[in-house]
């Protein structure tokens, strides 16, 4: 129920008939941790800017496509919260269970790896900014720029094709892909 009011309330569409949740160009706010229920998909246009604050995460249980343009990218920007509980959390995306492939297109992942964790996962169990569990994904033409996570991209028990994607000044691990 928190997540639907939170869309409402930031003019993000919901279209119940075919389960798609779309983010209009605009710059949103996420303060909390939100989940989207199994089966829906989700799509961050061109010019979007989503900034994960205190930790905040939205978990989407189905595909993500993120589309941004060369000139006008989605921009999913990751303040961690080290006071949050003994290990502290850092938010991001994660992407779980996806049946169709999700993509990241020309998308900026951007945090302050000055604000490093003291632990390998924050207080959720997450090693990511950006996770995907059992969830194919194709990432081109995207930047993760100074992320504080464990893992600025991790890819679990899922098929990738990652094209003209860099990784600049990351804490940790840069992309890290188990199973």
């Known amino acids: 129920e928190a997540t639907n009011v939170w869309f409402h309330k930031n003019g993000v569409r919901i279209n119940k008939a075919n389960q798609t949740i779309t983010f209009p160009r605009g710059h949103y706010i996420l303060k909390e ?18 900034e994960f604050r205190r930790g905040a995460a939205l978990r989407i249980n189905g595909a993500v496509h993120s589309l941004g343009h060369k000139d006008s990218p989605v921009t999913l920007v990751v303040h961690s919260n ?12 994660i992407v779980l269970n996806a049946q169709t492939e999700s993509i990241l297109r020309h998308t900026r ?33 995207s ?23 860099e990784f600049v000044g990351v804490s ?8």
């Open 82 to 93: 080290p006071g949050r509980g003994s290990l502290g959390s850092w938010g991001g995306l």
């Open 33 to 50: 941790r939100l989940e989207i229920d199994r089966g829906w998909h989700v799509t961050f246009l061109p010019g979007t800017e989503i």
């Open 143 to 165: 930047v993760f720029d100074s992320l504080q996570c464990e893992d600025a991209l991790n890819i679990i028990s899922s098929e990738f094709n990652i094209d003209h994607v």
């Open 172 to 179: 940790a691990d840069a992309f890290d892909s188990d199973f």
């Open 109 to 141: 992942v951007v945090g302050r790896a000055g604000s490093q964790l003291p632990e390998r996962q924050d207080s959720h169990g997450i090693t990511g900014c950006i996770t995907l569990y059992k969830s194919d994904v194709l990432i081109e033409h």
